[in-house]
C-alpha cells in the first residue's frame, strides 16, 4: 500500500464548479498533513497546512478525517487559474526527518 | 523570486559522464533536501542534510552523491547514471527538520536530467 495515495485525475471541471479531492495515507502514527500545488514545469509550493477542525482560506477547505486516515480538499467557484496538480503531503515526524508526498490529483479548469 | 535557485535548469549527460547539480537557499534555513520527481511518480526524497550533517539517505544508489558544504549550497554529484535516472530533480530547504518540520518545504525550480 502506497503510503500516501491521490487519485491521479484529471478532474477535468467548468468555471465556477466545486471540485473536492481526497488523499489517504497509511500510517496512522501520522502528525501533520499538508496540500501543495504545482503547476506544469514548476516547482511545488505549500497551499495549505490542515488541521483536525478542519481549516478554510478563501476558496479552499481543507479536511482531516484521522480515524478514516483520509484528508480532503474542496476548491469552490473554481477558476482557470486553479489548474494545477494537487499533491497531499503528510509529515509522518517518528523516524522520518521529511515529508511524504502522494503522486497528486490533476485538476483542469476549463472556460 | 524564489528563495532556493538551483543551476543547471536543464542538463544532457551520457552515462559515463560525471556532472553535478547545484543548490543555494537564501532563507537562512536550516535544513536542506534533495527529492527525485518521475513522471506519474511521487516526489521521491533522496538526502536531507541538517545543520550540515547529513540525517537520511533513502537508499538511493551510490551512482548519486550528495555534498552540503555549508547550510546555503547542496550539490548533487553524478556519476554513471542509467536512463532511468532521468527525471527533475528538485531541491527544497526549510527552517528545520525532523520534528521541528513545520510542513513548509521551499523548493527551487528543479534541474531536468536526461540520460542518454
Known amino acids: 500500500r502506497k503510503e500516501v495515495e491521490q487519485d491521479p485525475g484529471p478532474f477535468n471541471v467548468p468555471e465556477g464548479a466545486t471540485v473536492a479531492f481526497n488523499c489517504t495515507y497509511s500510517?496512522?502514527?501520522?502528525?501533520?498533513f499538508f496540500w501543495y500545488r504545482q503547476d506544469c514545469r514548476k516547482e511545488p509550493k505549500l497551499l495549505m497546512s490542515?488541521?483536525?477542525s478542519g481549516n478554510e482560506d478563501g476558496r479552499f477547505t481543507a479536511q482531516l478525517n484521522r480515524a478514516s486516515q483520509y484528508i480532503s480538499l474542496l476548491i469552490r467557484d473554481s477558476k482557470l487559474s486553479d489548474s494545477a496538480t494537487y499533491l497531499c503531503?503528510?509529515?509522518?515526524?517518528?523516524?522520518?526527518?521529511?515529508?511524504?508526498f502522494g503522486s497528486g490529483t490533476r485538476l483542469q479548469v476549463q472556460p | 523570486e524564489t528563495g532556493v535557485t538551483q543551476t543547471p535548469r536543464h542538463l544532457v549527460m551520457g552515462m559515463t559522464n560525471k556532472k553535478s547539480l547545484k543548490c543555494e537557499q537564501h532563507?537562512?534555513?536550516?535544513?536542506m533536501y534533495w527529492y527525485k520527481q518521475s513522471a506519474k511518480k511521487p516526489l521521491e526524497l533522496m538526502f536531507v542534510?541538517?545543520?550540515?550533517?547529513?540525517?537520511e539517505n533513502n537508499s538511493v544508489p551510490s551512482r548519486f552523491s550528495p555534498e552540503c558544504p555549508n547550510s546555503s549550497h547542496l550539490f548533487l554529484h553524478l556519476h554513471t547514471l542509467q536512463p532511468e535516472d532521468s527525471a527533475l530533480y528538485l531541491c527544497?530547504?526549510?527552517?528545520?527538520?525532523?520534528?521541528?518540520?513545520?510542513?513548509?518545504?521551499?523548493f527551487g525550480e528543479g534541474s531536468r536530467l536526461t540520460v542518454l
Open positions: 503531503v503528510v509529515n509522518q515526524r517518528t523516524g522520518r526527518r521529511a515529508l511524504t
Open positions: 527544497a530547504s526549510s527552517p528545520h527538520s525532523g520534528s521541528g518540520n513545520t510542513g513548509e518545504l521551499f
Open positions: 542534510y541538517s545543520l550540515e550533517e547529513r540525517v
Open positions: 490542515v488541521y483536525s
Open positions: 532563507l537562512g534555513h536550516n535544513a
Open positions: 500510517n496512522s502514527a501520522s502528525q501533520s
